[in-house]
């Protein structure tokens, strides 16, 4: 499949929005995420709060942002997966995509613990991975047996195998990051496919 050229523009705009993401993360970690107003985010990244709202429109989009996109990729390695390849196994292929982005262990350790550690973000983040599922529903449907259901054993698949990863992750924020997060992720995986 042939890579989407991207322009210096896009570019660009992806570099200032990661600055921004990680700039508030940094504040939110240091000085909670309710008590930070999205005027300290703007003055610590050295932007205008127009300028931060150009790019982020909301304080939880600036604190989430980044999982939107990290579902269109993941679904995108979900697509490029091989056809004939078991789709949990694609899966965990496609999910690796977070921690092939730009970020360090003890970074994505904060933001993670971040998103756990607050009410409105857990939320957010759970409308986030809802999105998750309508990405990768489509694209597992059609390696299922055809059946009256198979839309459904689909969802149910995509959903399984993010509540999996949400809760490897919560695994691996309660270890401090010092385990690797797919080992935890197979282990979940493992205590679903295991006949009860």
Not at 102 to 110: A, C, D, M, V
Not at 130 to 137: C, F, V
Not at 176 to 184: A, K, Q, Y
């Amino acid at each position: 499949m042939a890579r989407k050229q991207t322009s210096i523009r896009e570019q660009t705009r992806s570099v200032v929005r990661s600055l921004l993401a990680r700039t508030a993360v940094e504040l939110f970690a240091a000085q909670g995420y309710d008590n930070t107003t999205l005027e300290e985010v703007a003055a610590a990244a050295g932007v205008s709060r127009r300028t931060l709202f150009n790019y982020f429109p909301s304080k939880e989009d600036l604190a989430l942002g980044g999982l939107s996109e990290q579902g269109e990729l993941i679904a995108e390695r979900f697509a490029q997966r091989p056809a004939d390849e078991d789709c949990w196994a694609s899966l965990r292929a496609a999910f690796q995509v977070i921690e092939e982005i730009e970020t360090t262990p003890e970074h994505r350790l904060e933001i993670i613990t971040l998103l756990f550690d607050n009410e409105s973000l857990r939320a957010g983040h759970a409308e986030k991975q809802a999105r998750w599922q309508d990405l990768l529903t489509p694209l597992i449907e059609p390696r299922l047996p055809n059946s009256d259901h198979r839309a459904l054993q689909a969802r149910a698949i995509a959903a399984t195998a993010i509540t999996c990863l949400q809760a490897a992750n919560q695994e691996w924020v309660r270890l401090g990051g010092r385990v690797d997060l797919f080992d935890l992720y197979d282990t979940a995986v493992h205590a679903i496919r295991r006949p009860a």
